[in-house]
């Protein structure tokens, strides 16, 4: 019992009311779900990796820097039950459900809501979305949803019931299997009909490649995507 203790003193203990079942890391931030489908965050909100609309609700460094010291449940997604979450400097959030939501940073499509010029910016100028949205997939059949969801820097994947793998974010480096030449260019609207614009994927696109492949597990690196069949 002394050893856990002192266990807990070096490493930091996460309590919640109900028993914690995942965690995940982000860039600068850190996810804990628990049991009740409820969303704990805590870290660095620079870029609303936390999940609130209002920066008066986090903490100040002397630097300016926000951040949240300790896990509260992210209340906007309150009333959803969460399954599963990925975080890299931003965040994806999937429900028992299936529903798809996302906040965080928002350059380079990673967020899968398209491009949205009214966003706010952080200090370095990236504009971020501050508060949990859902994520449309009009790609999606009729039925589909996701079961499993990855996030990297400056891309996201998803992975379907039926096996399908799914990608969003910057095409650079082919990190969303989707090779410049082979990506629809819809004329620079970014939204409707096209889902490309400013050499990135804004939306949640089946990767072509997989699509006679049934996927059950994706993960995302810095530069690179990782799939199992």
Known sequence: AAADAR???LLGAVTAPAPLLAVACGESCSFALSSDGVLHAW??????????????????????????????????LAGVRIAAVAA??????????????????????????????????????HPFQPSPVRVEVEAMT??????????????????????????????ALSRVGLPDEELPDDGGGGGGGGVVQDGA??????????????????????AHSLAVS
């Open 7 to 9: 266990f807990r003193r």
């Open 43 to 76: 870290g660095s909100g620079d870029h609303g990796e936390m999940g609130v609309a209002e920066a008066t609700e986090l903490s100040e460094e002397d630097d300016g820097e926000l951040y949240r010291p300790w896990p509260r449940p992210v209340a906007a």
């Open 88 to 125: 890299s400097s931003h965040v994806l959030a999937l429900s028992d459900s299936g529903a798809l939501y996302a906040w965080g940073r928002a350059a380079d499509g990673v967020l899968g809501i398209g491009p949205l010029p009214n966003l706010p910016r952080d200090a370095d100028g």
């Open 142 to 171: 009729e039925g589909e949803r996701f079961v499993q969801i990855a996030a990297a820097d400056r891309h996201s994947l998803g992975c379907t019931a039926s096996g399908g793998a799914w990608a969003w974010g910057s095409v």
């Open 201 to 222: 994927v804004w939306r949640p696109t089946r990767i072509p490649g997989l699509q006679h492949t049934e996927v059950s597990h994706v993960a995302a690196g810095r």
